[in-house]
C-alpha cells in the first residue's frame, strides 16, 4: 500500500524564483500586513500549580496482569457489523469481563456505574470539590468487521503478541483508550487516591454504526440530570511520527474539530424493457455520467479558512525554511499550500469537503434495460462549509433533472473547540501529554472522521479527540484496515497518560499565561 505522506519536499521543485515573485507580489498588495516567521512560538504555558501527583510505577507482574486484560478485552469480539446488527452475545460477554478486570472501579463507593441502553456503560466518580465543574472521557467498546482473509498476519481476535505488538481489530480502535482509562482508575483507586474534581467515563456500544444507541442514551441520561461538563476527551487523533515528511520530530494532533458529513443517494428511474431495443441514454449511463460529473469537480479548496489553519501555524515552527515562512504566514500563503497538500488523499481531506462515491447498485439481469440506479455519495464536510452548501454545489454540479437527489443522512461540521492558553481541557491535555513526552510538538487538528464525541456537543463547548497513540509511516492504514496492533509500550503509555490526566485535572485554574509573538 502506498504510504499517504505529505509529500512536503515537493514544494523544492517550485522554484526559489517563482515563490518570491509570488510572496512579493502579495506583499506589496497587503502592505499593512506583517510577515511572521514563527506564529508559535509564544504558546507556552509558564507555571502550573504546583501538584502532589502520584506517579505510577509498573512492575513486571503488573505489567503482564495489565497486558492479559488488554489481550482478553480484544478478544471479545464486539463487532458492530451495520446499523441494525451487532454481536450482543459478546457486548454482555464484554460487560462480566470489565466487571471481574477491575474490580475496584466497581466496587468503590466513589464510583456510581450503570448500564445504559443494555450494553453502553456511564461511570461517575465523585469529586470532592463540588464546585469544579466536571469531564467526562469517552471510547467506544465496539469495533469494525474484520476477517484475517484479508491479509491480516495474525487471527484479528486473538491479540496475538508478535515483535512487541499486540495485533488485534480494536488495538488501536477503540479498546486501548477504554481499557486504558478504566485501568488508570483502577489503579488511581487502589493508591487510595480521590479526586477534587468529579468526572465520567461513557463507553459507547455502537460508535461504528452511528452511535444512535449507546451515546445517545448517555447523552440522554446526563441531559436528564443537568449535567454540564468542562471538556470531553474521545478517540480521533493521535501522535504523528514521520507521518508528515518535512515534520522535525513528533507531533501530538488534538482534534478540536471534526468534518461534518453528508450521505447523499442519486437515482435514476426509467421504464424498463428488453435489452434489444435500448434507449439512447440507460439509467445507468445517466448516472454514470452524474458521478463522473461529482468526481471530476471536487468541492472548493478551502484550506487556510477552518481550523486546519491552526494545525500548521502550530507546526510551522518544526519545518525547516521555505516552509516554516509559509507555514507562518498562511494568510497570505494558503492557497498555495492547499494546492500542495490537494495532491494526496491523507492532506486533500484537510484541503476541502471531499466526495467519495461509496456504493453502485444498478440492473438484474443481462436482457433487462434496468427501470432503477442508484449511487450512494460520503462527503466528509470541511469545517468552512456547511450541509446545505454541500447539497447546493451537488445540485449544480449535477444539473440533470432526471437525477433525483435525496440526502438520507448529515450534519454540519462540528464546532472548534478552544486550544489557547485560558483552555483548560486543551492545556491539561498539553501538559499531560508533554510530562510524558517533552520533545512533542502539541498541535490542534480537525479530525477527518466522526466520533461518538459529537452527540454530546450540547453538553460541553470544548470536545477534544485524542490518545497518544503512536502513528509511524504506514499506520494509518491500519484504522479500520488489516493488522491493526498496539505496540505493548504504547498501551502502557495510555495508560500513565489517563492516570496522569486525571490527576492533572484537579488544578483549580490554570496558569497565568505569557506571550511573544516573533516578527520580521
Ligand atoms: C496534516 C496531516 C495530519 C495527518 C493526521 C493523521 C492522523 C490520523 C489518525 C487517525 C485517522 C482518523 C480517524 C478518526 C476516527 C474515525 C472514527 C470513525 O471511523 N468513525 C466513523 C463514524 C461513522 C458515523 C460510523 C466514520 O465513518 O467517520
Ligand atoms: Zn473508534
Ligand atoms: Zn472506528
Redesign the pocket.
Given at each position: 500500500m502506498t504510504e499517504p505522506k505529505?509529500k512536503i519536499w515537493k514544494f523544492l521543485k517550485i522554484t526559489v524564483s517563482s515563490l518570491l515573485i509570488t510572496a512579493l507580489a502579495l506583499f506589496t498588495a497587503a502592505a499593512i500586513r506583517t510577515l511572521s516567521l514563527d506564529v508559535n512560538v509564544g504558546l507556552q504555558l509558564a507555571r502550573w500549580e504546583k501538584s502532589n501527583n502520584i506517579s505510577l510505577v509498573i512492575d513486571q507482574h503488573q505489567r503482564e496482569e495489565l497486558l492479559a486484560r488488554f489481550k482478553e478485552a480484544v478478544r471479545i469480539p464486539t463487532v458492530s457489523f451495520s446499523d441494525t446488527e451487532s454481536n450482543t452475545t459478546a457486548l454482555r460477554q464484554f460487560d462480566s469481563f470489565l466487571r471481574k478486570a477491575f474490580p475496584k472501579v466497581f466496587s468503590s463507593s466513589l464510583v456510581h456505574h450503570e448500564l445504559v441502553a443494555n450494553y453502553s456503560h456511564l461511570f461517575r466518580v465523585q469529586g470532592s470539590q463540588p464546585k469544579l465543574v466536571p469531564y467526562l472521557l469517552l471510547a467506544h467498546i465496539d469495533v469494525v468487521p474484520a476477517k484475517e482473509s484479508d491479509g491480516w498476519e495474525a487471527p484479528p481476535f486473538a491479540a496475538k503478541e508478535i515483535d512487541d505488538f499486540i495485533y488485534g481489530r480494536g488495538t488501536i480502535?477503540d479498546k486501548c483508550s477504554l481499557m486504558g482509562i478504566l485501568q488508570a482508575l483502577e489503579y488511581l483507586l487502589i493508591r487510595g487516591y480521590a479526586p477534587r474534581r468529579g468526572f465520567y467515563i461513557g463507553l459507547g456500544h455502537d460508535?461504528?454504526?452511528?452511535?444512535f444507541n449507546g451515546a445517545m442514551n448517555i447523552v440522554r441520561v446526563m441531559k436528564e440530570r443537568g449535567v454540564k461538563l468542562s471538556f470531553i476527551l474521545d478517540?480521533?487523533?493521535?501522535v504523528?511520527d514521520g507521518?508528515?515528511s518535512g515534520l522535525d520530530g513528533p507531533a501530538a494532533?488534538i482534534g478540536i474539530s471534526e468534518k461534518g458529513?453528508a450521505n447523499v443517494k442519486l437515482s435514476v428511474s426509467m421504464a424498463p424493457g428488453h435489452s434489444s431495443m435500448p434507449p439512447r441514454e440507460s439509467s445507468i449511463g445517466i448516472l454514470a455520467a452524474a458521478v463522473k460529473r461529482l468526481e471530476d469537480n471536487p468541492m472548493p479548496r478551502l484550506f487556510g479558512y477552518g481550523a486546519?489553519r491552526e494545525?500548521f501555524e502550530h507546526l510551522a515552527h518544526k519545518f525547516g525554511l521555505p516552509l516554516k515562512f509559509i507555514m507562518s504566514n498562511l494568510w497570505l500563503f494558503s492557497p498555495l499550500l492547499g494546492r500542495v497538500l490537494e495532491r494526496k488523499p491523507?492532506?486533500n481531506a484537510?484541503v476541502r469537503t471531499t466526495t467519495a462515491v461509496t456504493m453502485f447498485n444498478a440492473g438484474v439481469k443481462v436482457n433487462i434495460i434496468p427501470s432503477l440506479a442508484e449511487a450512494h455519495v460520503n462527503l466528509r464536510i470541511h469545517s468552512a462549509h456547511s450541509l446545505q452548501e454541500v447539497l447546493d454545489f451537488i445540485q449544480d454540479t449535477v444539473g440533470d433533472e432526471r437525477v433525483k437527489i435525496e440526502l438520507i443522512d448529515g450534519f454540519d461540521p462540528l464546532p472548534i473547540s478552544s486550544s489557547d492558553e485560558q483552555s483548560f481541557g486543551f492545556q491539561i491535555i498539553k501538559k499531560t501529554v508533554l510530562d510524558m513526552f517533552p520533545t512533542l510538538t502539541v498541535a490542534p487538528?480537525i479530525?477527518?472522521?466522526?466520533?461518538d464525541s459529537r452527540h454530546f456537543k450540547d453538553l460541553a463547548s470544548d470536545i477534544y479527540?485524542f490518545a497518544p497513540v503512536w502513528?509511524k509511516p504506514g499506520d494509518?492504514q491500519r484504522?479500520?484496515g488489516i493488522n491493526e496492533r498496539i505496540s505493548k509500550k504504547n498501551y502502557e503509555e495510555l495508560i500513565v497518560f489517563y492516570f496522569n490526566l486525571i490527576q492533572n485535572c484537579d488544578i483549580q485554574k490554570l496558569p497565568e499565561p505569557h506571550t511573544s509573538v516573533h516578527e520580521l
Open positions: 505529505i480502535d460508535e461504528e454504526a452511528r452511535g478517540e480521533g487523533m493521535a504523528v507521518v508528515i494532533l458529513s486546519e494545525t491523507l492532506t484537510f487538528g479530525c477527518i472522521g466522526n466520533t479527540r502513528f494509518v484504522f479500520h
